[in-house]
């Protein structure tokens, strides 16, 4: 059966997934109207929503209860435009006539056309599973240059309801990801990232319900942007009671010229409702990206270890071979050296953009390094950013134009580097061909591809500074997809100084995210919860690093450091050499329970069995055919305080599940009174529990 429908009479269109609906029309004047987006609907049903109007009240206000689909300037609209032009002659209102549609059996294209000037307008929707995602493209089929001052990727409505709540996220380098809920002030809020990447602050997607919904039960109306770039999304609650939301790619100020002939596209915003709360909501977009934005999703991702917070910056071949040993000996399957292996790089001041080995600290190259990680059985990766070049390297100094400047202005620097270019093609040809002659000629498995600063000076004397914020972003993603075509082996971290450029766009091109410089188990709880909202375990690398944490100085036993970690991509990071031999032997106990477990975290549905910022006791689940893993984090709390055992969830109340002890459990009892664990004392305690359906 098709999941696009159309009904000509009332020029009504409806895409059904398996538990939604979404319906928009075309009303007399050729514009797109909303129509429905919540619980399934048939399209005669869909038809009565549509049929509904209520008059406006005042010429003030606009007329109509029915929202634009696509909201453009022009006419009596008054709200945010997702569309803004404005032409040669100064025109910037826009009026549109029906160019007819196409649609496959999962997908939509409405083609609209301006009444008078040459630019043609399609709307895309594409049903993938419970998400509905849409994108727009602009053409211009005439001669002049048509200035675009926002070009959105798509606007959602919130039906009428009586509250309305926006969930999204707050936080900053090492402390991403963090929750907010909070009911929405009637006017605009507009959360925007202006740093070329998604950003530590706010990451781009939000979730909108009524005010109502829990973990567990309530609608919830979500959209995700799948842009690794600068990026805005405006949601708007008017004095009568209507919410929508607006979001692509560029922020404020920044706009681009669509030339003669040319088709500016938009990434996907991608929309998704449930009805079963938060936790339905995050373990449906887990199975969205799973099955259609990951590259390899049926993979497990590797352990991972990495020697940063072993050498720093002070890297050899010596130093790196006997770590890759220890690595082995504690079961990793992944060996990245990290930053210091190239050009003149024993700081961050110096070196970047010089990507070749430093031939005293590698003098035969990196592949006797490569051949000795290979020999233990792991693979062999390592760090780079290509992105970024230090003033004081050769690169800089042969291609001083080469980066992101405006005339006449000085050149900010961030971490004593500054951003290149890569909205131009022999910039980022350049990138693509050292990339493509690492990895070929030094048998590179994985790099951890890196951004450690935001645009500043975003210019480009002699080319559409405007475009830049675009286009290098562009240029990113192609680069990516070209290595990975062309080695298909190879595996990608992505990481910016830690989460600073999640989003669904560089999840398709990467095969997990740094979701945060912070290996800080307790704030790592936090960290993960909100990455999880939106983002697979599968997608999110998590170390085990040393104590005292080298971020945060916390001291925390090493137990619960690894069960934190084992929530996402376990990898491991510390100071192997300085390990005692009793924590080496945990270490590895801890690994191998790891890699049993692995497939249950990596591809199982995951549940949030309490909140880390209301509960001291907090706790994760896991289930996968059957199988079920528990993690159990308790945070230092009153000694002797009462802690209530987290009730679990996902489970079948008629059946039973033996632990790893042997005893069996009723699945009701499970679920309704949960997991009695042993956390003693009243600092930190973890445990991790193990369940199978008998």
């Known amino acids: 059966m098709s999941l696009v429908e159309h009904d000509p009479a009332h020029r009504l269109w409806l895409l059904r997934t398996p538990d939604s609906s979404y319906a928009f029309r075309l009303d007399a004047d050729d514009r797109p109207r909303h129509v429905h987006w919540g619980p399934p609907l048939t399209l005669s049903q869909a038809t009565q929503v549509a049929a509904r109007r209520n008059p406006a009240d005042s010429s003030f206000d606009e007329p109509g209860d029915e929202r634009q689909e696509f909201p453009a300037e022009g006419g009596a609209f008054f709200g945010v435009a997702a569309l803004a032009v404005r032409y040669e002659d100064g025109t910037s209102a826009l009026e549109w006539r029906y160019d007819g549609h196409t649609s496959t059996e999962d997908s939509l294209v409405v083609r609209l056309a301006d009444r008078h000037y040459p630019l043609e307008l399609s709307l895309h929707y594409r049903v993938r599973g419970d998400v509905v995602e849409r994108w727009t493209s602009l053409r211009n089929t005439g001669e002049a240059p048509i200035s675009l001052l926002r070009t959105d990727s798509a606007s959602w409505t919130l039906p009428r309801r009586a509250g309305a709540r926006l969930t999204r996220t707050s936080g900053a380098w090492s402390a991403e990801y963090g929750v907010l809920r909070e009911a929405v002030p009637v006017g605009e809020t507009t959360l925007t990232s202006r740093r070329g990447v998604s950003s530590h602050q706010v990451n781009p997607w939000v979730m909108l319900d009524a005010g109502d919904a829990t973990e567990t039960a309530g609608e919830v109306w979500s959209t995700a942007l799948a842009w690794s770039g600068s990026w805005r999304i405006t949601v708007e609650h008017t004095h009568t009671g209507r919410v929508t939301w607006t979001g692509g790619f560029g922020h404020d100020h920044v706009g681009w010229r669509l030339l003669r002939g040319e088709t500016w596209e938009t990434p996907v915003f991608a929309g998704l409702y449930a009805a079963d709360g938060f936790g339905g909501t995050s373990r449906r977009w887990h199975a969205y990206v799973r099955e259609f934005i990951q590259p390899y999703p049926e993979e497990l991702r590797p352990i991972v270890y990495n020697s940063w917070e072993a050498t720093g910056w002070d890297v050899d071949e010596r130093t790196e071979t006997s770590l890759a040993e220890a690595a082995a000996r504690l079961g990793a399957e992944l060996f990245v ?49 290509p992105e970024m070049v230090n003033p004081d390297s050769d690169l800089y100094r042969a291609h001083p134009d080469w980066v992101l400047h405006m005339a006449n202005r000085s050149r900010t620097t961030l971490r004593n580097q500054l951003v290149l270019n890569f909205a131009r093609a022999d910039v980022a040809d350049w990138a693509h061909k050292w990339l493509d002659r690492l990895v070929g000629e030094h048998g590179i498995d994985y790099l951890k591809w890196d951004m450690n600063r935001a645009f500043t000076e975003a210019g480009w004397p002699g080319g559409e500074a405007g475009r830049v914020w675009v286009d290098h972003v562009r240029a990113v993603h192609t680069i990516l997809d070209r290595l990975r075509a062309d080695h298909p082996a190879l595996r990608i971290q992505g990481c910016a100084g830690g989460g600073g450029r999640t989003d669904l766009g560089i999840l398709a091109r990467t095969d997990e995210i740094w979701a945060s410089d912070n290996t800080d188990a307790a704030d790592r709880i936090t960290i993960q919860h909100g990455y999880g909202q939106i983002y697979p375990a599968g997608t999110m690398s998590a170390w085990v690093t040393d104590s005292p944490n080298p971020t945060t100085g916390r001291e925390a036993p090493l137990s619960f450091r690894f069960h934190v970690a084992m929530a996402g991509v376990l990898g491991l990071g510390g100071d192997l050499p300085r390990w005692s031999a009793a924590e080496l032997s945990e270490a590895a106990e801890l690994v191998a329970l790891y890699k049993e477990i692995r497939p249950v975290v990596q591809h199982g549905e995951l549940y949030r069995l309490a909140d880390p910022a209301t509960s001291a006791l907090t706790a994760v689940q896991y289930v996968l055919d059957g199988s079920v893993v528990v993690f159990f984090w308790r945070r230092p709390t009153e000694f002797a305080r009462p802690v209530t055992p987290p009730r679990l969830a996902g489970l079948d109340p008629s059946a039973r599940y033996r632990d790893s002890g042997g005893v069996v459990h009723d699945g009701a009892v499970l679920l309704s009174h949960g997991l009695d664990v042993d956390l003693p004392g009243s600092g930190y305690a973890s445990a991790v529990a193990r369940l199978t359906r008998v």
């Open 337 to 385: 050296m990290d930053d210091g292996w190239f050009g003149a790089r024993t700081g961050d001041t110096a070196g970047l953009g010089d990507w070749t080995p430093n031939e005293q600290r590698f003098p035969a190259g990196l592949r006797p390094l490569a051949d000795a990680v290979h020999a233990h059985g792991m693979k062999f990766g390592l760090w780079v950013e």
